[in-house]
């Protein structure tokens, strides 16, 4: 026997899974992972819509929101009617509250304009598309992208108003509006309303420039160099360097004018062709007549100033009344060209309303029947432009004020200008009709009477002189010697100390004295005429005598 005990077997377990297989699991884990990773982080898929692919390449070409990467285009193919393209883009989830429905996207190029160079990046890293996030709380994942970037960024601080024109002046997108010289906003938008034939603007005024516009603000054009030839003169305009070379406006408060009320999003303002039309604006109600011009009215435009005394009271309303009139009274008489004028209450400081208007008026119908008239006067001579000037004629006054339709007529006076013309005309007419043949006939005809006379008058001088050769030259200084001589003693009769001179002082001395008596008997007379017939009525003068008790 083997005293040696076989040992007693120890039974342990197999493993059923070898440590080998955990590589597979973990690597299966982090795959997992990696798949929730990607699938949580890879954000939303949007489409966009483009008018072309150009520059673009799905891969590569980056979305981006103040240069910073957000997202990448995936696919681009064309739309289903072919005119565009339909781009599928992927946005990381920190970027998905962007995608909003206000929020705004449109691709970055090399750009030039009158604003300056942009996007010149792309001509190195190319094409990228840039996303404006919005405001809204709406989620979107389809968009419209933007033909160009938009000139105002959603969230800029500012104010956005509505500005409209029918006039003939256009603007475009970036376009400045300007305050005393300084760019403060732009034009963004343009609607044409075809209805209406408006044009309108949206346009965005830049914080805080934005506290300046107010209801009472007015807006108008200073686009380029703007000439005026008005009767005031000549004026040259502009609004700065910027709107030489585009269009642009400018904005402010007429003097006078209240600052007005802040006013909120998209208010509506009219563009004025002049800063005069915007304010002229403020006078809403007016009251008009008419004017009925003999003389030319070539300078007379709409718009022109009427004035009383050297201050603008109204304008030229209208210069084409005539079409109103009826065209048998335009064949049968010489008639007057009808000009309305309207007068604004608000210029000479009465209330712009109902009340202002009849005081007005009853002041013009007053000064009408006065002798009020209207005048036609240059106020430019280079320009020839025309104005409207009241004056008071006291010696003219009207009994009936007549009227043109329902308008009362303002009597009117011819220019200075036109009387002297008038006048100038009629010295040319005198001139023409002096009958100057005839006067020339007759002037030389008695330049040959005259000549005939001057011929006789000299025979008759040689015949005088003959006759006085004839006379006696001793008989006649015989004569001359006497009466010298009678003149002599003539002479020495009146010489101091003669007899005749001692004569005739005494009877002058006589003759004096008694002048001297009759003096007042001549004053009396000259006085009292009828003395020597009747009583003068005066008794003996009083004579004053000495009273008790007087002082």
Known sequence: MNDTQTPDAKIKPIKTVSTIWFIPVIAVLIGCWMIYYQWSNEGSTITINFPTAEGMEAGKTKIKSRNVDIGEVSKIELNKTGNGVVVKAKIKKSAEEFLVTDSMFWVVSPQISHAGISG?????????????????????????????????????????????????????????????????????DIYFNFEERVVYYNAFIKSPYHQLIT??????????????????????????????????????????????????????????????????????????????????????????????????????????????????????????????????????????????????MEQNIYWIEKGLKAVLRTGNILTGSLYVDLQHNKGQPVTEIAKYGDYPIVPTNGDEFSQITAKAEQFIDNLNNIPLKSMSNNANQLMLEITQTAQELQ???????????????????????????????????????????????????????????????????????NSLIFNSGEGSEPIPTKTNGAQ
């Open 120 to 188: 010149l990046s792309t001509l190195i890293s190319g094409v990228y598309i840039e996303i404006s996030p919005g405001k809204s709380n709406i989620e979107r994942h389809l968009f419209d992208a933007l033909d160009s970037p938009p000139l105002t960024p959603a969230g800029t601080p500012g104010l956005h108003i509505t500005l409209n024109s029918n006039d003939q002046f256009a603007y475009k997108k970036g376009d400045p509006i300007i305050y005393k010289g300084l760019t403060v906003g732009q034009f963004e």
């Open 215 to 360: 209801s009472n603000t007015k807006f108008w054009d200073v686009s380029g160099l703007q000439f005026d030839l008005n009767a005031d003169g000549i004026s040259v305009k502009t609004g700065n360097f910027e709107t030489m070379l585009t269009n642009g406006v400018t904005f402010g408060i007429p003097k006078g004018m209240p600052i007005g009320e802040k006013i909120g999003e998209r208010s509506y303002y009219d563009i004025y062709a002049s800063y005069e039309e915007a304010d002229d604006e403020r006078y809403r109600r007016s009251i008009e007549f008419v004017i009925l011009v003999n003389d030319s009215i070539r300078g007379l435009s709409v718009g022109a100033p009427v004035e009383y005394k050297g201050i603008q009271i109204g304008k030229v309303q209208s210069t084409n009344l005539i079409r109103s009139r009826e065209q048998t009274q335009l064949t049968e008489e010489d008639f007057k060209i009808p000009v309305l004028i309207s007068l604004q209450p608000g210029r000479i400081g009465l209330p712009d309303n109902e009340k202002g208007e009849n005081l007005m």
């Open 459 to 529: 025979g008759v001088g040689q015949s005088i002189e003959k006759l006085l050769g004839q006379v006696d030259q001793q008989k006649i200084s015989s004569e001359l010697s006497k009466t010298l001589q009678g003149i002599t003693t003539l002479t020495k009769d009146l010489s101091s100390g003669s007899q005749g001179y001692e004569e005739l002082r005494s009877t002058l001395h006589t003759l004096t004295a008694t002048m001297n008596e009759l003096k007042p008997l001549l004053n009396q007379l000259k006085h009292q005429p």
